[in-house]
């Protein structure tokens, strides 16, 4: 039995989406190391001695998903781990279905030394895009593959073709509180208005609820999905809906659920899986001129999971026990 530390980002978070990565991340973990202890470690607040400890005397530990990456990691800390902290871990941590937070320059000199002192060196590194993979590969981590976020990876050919191609007659949607457009997100509401009997609107984060009262004064025709997974969940598994939003990870639960789904693309994340993996993402820019047109079109989902990348990062670790 081997414990393996397990960077959660779940741990001490507002928003939702990070529940719904770390819930596929542990499904596959455990799928994994199933005769292992996981220790959970947050990443979202600045890691104590005692985490440290955890690690040190782990296996490895696994970086679950999520921007957890940035070319400035001493100012955006999603990962809140300083440069002399990496000395006393050094070479013990593996990426899992990570990304690179927006697009951006060169990584400066305090990054590149972080992750040469963080990463593993004999491991291969899970990363969600091509994006990531080239930032990653550019600074000599050559050991990246593109295996998608773990999220996806049960979205196969055999899942895709159950999920609906025409309009149901009820949609949840959602809106990004930190990434605000009004008149676009406007837009989107006042059409699913138009075109769906019934709309719902999930809260994936705290003040996503407050940005939908900034934008519409009588909401009475939406109805408030909880902000917890569970609420998600239970309503996706007894809902037939569709989901339009600019929530990334709130369109994948959904097409976890076989959803009819259109994410609207407001950061690199979504584009970049849309290029890669054929998401159904439409950019907030072209809402107005392709949105009610895709809704109300029979479309299906084709979603190209890298299934070799995934099997050769999954059979490492059995190689090496």
Known sequence: MKNIAVLDTSIVTQNVGDEIIMDSVYRELHHIFNEDMFLKIPTHEIIGLSSLSLIRNSEFGIVGGSNILSSEMN???QWKIKILQSFFIKNKMILLGVGWRNYQQKPNFYTRKLLKNLLNEEYLHSVRDSYTEKKLKDEGFQNVINTACPTMWQLTPGHCQQIPKKKQEKVVFTLTDYSKDPQNDRFLID?????????????QSRKDLIYLNELVKDAN??????????????????????YVGTRLHGGIRALQYKKRTIIIGVDNRAIEKKKDFNLNVIERNDLKSN??????SEFETKI????????MWKSQFISKN
Request: charged share 25%; net charge negative.
């Open 75 to 77: 100012r955006y800390r």
């Open 191 to 203: 059409t699913l208005l138009s075109n769906y009997e019934e709309v719902f609107y999930w809260v």
């Open 221 to 242: 025709r939406i109805k408030i999905i909880a902000p917890t997974l569970k609420a998600y969940t239970d309503f996706l598994e007894f809902s037939e809906c569709d």
């Open 291 to 296: 949105l009610e047109g895709m809704i109300n």
């Open 304 to 311: 190209n999971i890298p299934m070799e990348n995934i099997a």
